[in-house]
C-alpha cells in the first residue's frame, strides 16, 4: 500500500482536493492495495511497483554516464528524465498492455524453454507461445529490444519529445528488468508467506541506504546485441531470487511479528513497515545485492542511451538542446497524465459499485 501513497499525493495535487475527501473517496482503493497483499492471485495490474524513489534515482544517475556529446543535452532535461521516470508505473493502471511490459514470470517457463525464448524474436515467441500466454506471463525483455528500436528512431528523426519521453521509459523498464521479484509469479512472496516483500526489497531497502551506495558505474559503452543484454538481466536478476526470499524466511525465524513490523507515518497515513532492525539485518544479509542491482541498471540505461544514439548515426544534439516544449505541448502532457489518474479512479469506482 505504501507503493501508492505518492499516486495520492500526486492525485491531491492535480485536483486539487482535500486529503480527507481523496482518502475518503479512494478508501476502496486504499483497501484493495492492502487485500492484494493476501490474495495468491495475480491479476496483472495489481503487482507492486518498483519504488518511485530508487526509478528517479537510477534514470537521474544514468544521464552522467553518457559521454560529452550525449551529456549537455540529457544534463538540461535532467528534471525530464527523472520525474517521468515512474511515468510508465503511472501509465499501468490505466492503459490496457502496459502491465505486462514491467515484468517476466521466467519460473513459468522449463529451463529450455527460456533458453529458446532468449534467442526468440518477438514474432518467433509469438509463434511458439502465443501472443495471450506471453502478455500473461509478462514480456520486459522484448520491450526493452522494441524500445530501444524505437529510441533509435526518435534519434534519426531528431524529435526531441519522442527522445525524451522514450528515455525516460526505457530507464523505468531496464530498472524493473532488474529486479528478482520482478522475474517470478510469486512476485509479492504470496506464494511463499512473504507478502509484502516486493516493496521491502525495491523501496524502503533503497530509501533506507541508496544514500551509502556508490554509484559511479563508468562511461556508458556501445551495446552489440541489445536483446541478449536483456535476457541476460532478468536471467541475472532472477538468479538472484533465491537469496531475496529465504534470507527474508531465514530472518523471519529471529523475529517475532512485534520486533519484524513497526508502524511509520507516510504522507499522512499511519502504515505498518518492516521494522528498523529487521531492514537493516536483512539489507546486511543481502550483501550490497539492491546496489549492486541498482548500479547494473544506471550502467544498462546509459549503455542503452548511448547505443541508440549510435546506432541513429551520433546526430549533433546540441542545436536540439534549444528545444523547450510549447504551451500546448505542456497542457497535453498534463491532461494525459491527469487522464491516466482519473481512469484509475473511475475504473475503481465502477468495478465498487
Ligand atoms: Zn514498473
Avoid at 100 to 105: A, E
Amino acid at each position: 500500500m505504501k507503493q501508492i501513497l505518492p499516486l495520492f499525493a500526486r492525485l491531491i495535487k492535480i485536483f486539487n482536493l482535500p486529503r480527507s475527501v481523496l482518502i475518503i473517496s479512494l478508501w476502496p482503493i486504499i483497501c484493495s492495495f492492502s487485500l492484494i497483499e493476501n490474495s495468491s492471485g495475480s491479476p496483472l495490474r495489481e503487482r507492486p511497483l518498483w519504488g518511485f524513489f530508487a526509478h528517479k534515482k537510477i534514470n537521474r544517475l544514468a544521464v552522467f554516464t553518457l559521454p560529452a556529446e550525449m551529456f549537455g543535452f540529457y544534463k538540461k532535461n535532467i528534471e525530464y528524465i527523472t520525474e517521468n521516470a515512474i511515468r510508465a508505473d503511472e501509465r499501468r493502471y490505466s492503459v490496457k498492455g502496459e502491465a505486462p511490459k514491467h515484468f517476466i514470470d521466467l519460473d513459468n517457463y522449463a529451463d529450455s524453454i527460456r533458453k529458446q525464448l532468449a534467442k526468440s524474436t518477438w514474432k518467433d515467441a509469438v509463434d511458439k507461445i502465443g501472443e495471450d500466454s506471453l502478455y500473461a506471463h509478462g514480456i520486459v525483455p522484448w520491450h526493452i529490444n522494441s524500445m530501444k528500436y524505437q529510441l533509435t528512431e526518435a534519434f534519426r528523426k531528431r524529435d526531441v519529445k519522442r527522445i525524451l519521453s522514450l528515455s525516460a521509459d526505457i530507464g523505468h523498464y531496464i530498472a524493473d528488468a532488474h529486479v528478482p521479484l520482478h522475474t517470478t509469479k510469486n512476485y509479492n512472496g504470496q506464494l511463499s508467506d512473504q507478502v509484502g516483500i516486493h516493496g521491502f526489497w525495491e523501496s524502503r531497502l533503497p530509501e533506507t541506504f541508496a544514500e551509502n551506495y556508490n554509484f559511479f558505474v563508468g562511461q556508458a559503452a556501445y551495446e552489440e546485441y541489445p536483446q541478449k543484454r536483456a535476457w541476460q538481466t532478468v536471467m541475472n536478476a532472477n538468479a538472484a531470487l533465491d537469496s531475496v526470499l529465504s534470507f527474508e524466511k531465514e530472518l523471519s525465524t529471529q523475529f517475532s511479528e512485534d520486533k519484524k513490523f513497526s508502524f511509520e507515518e507516510v504522507n499522512g497515513l499511519t502504515v505498518r513497515v518492516y521494522s528498523k532492525e529487521f531492514t537493516n539485518k536483512y539489507h546486511q544479509m543481502l550483501k550490497s545485492q539492491v546496489e549492486r542491482q541498482m548500479r547494473a541498471s544506471v550502467k544498462m540505461i546509459g549503455d542503452f542511451w548511448f547505443t541508440c544514439w549510435v546506432d541513429a548515426g551520433q546526430p549533433d544534439l546540441l542545436p536540439l538542446k534549444k528545444y523547450e516544449p510549447t504551451k500546448e505541448e505542456d497542457e497535453e502532457e498534463k491532461t494525459e497524465k491527469a487522464n491516466w489518474l482519473r481512469r484509475i479512479f473511475e475504473v475503481r469506482k465502477e468495478s465498487d459499485n
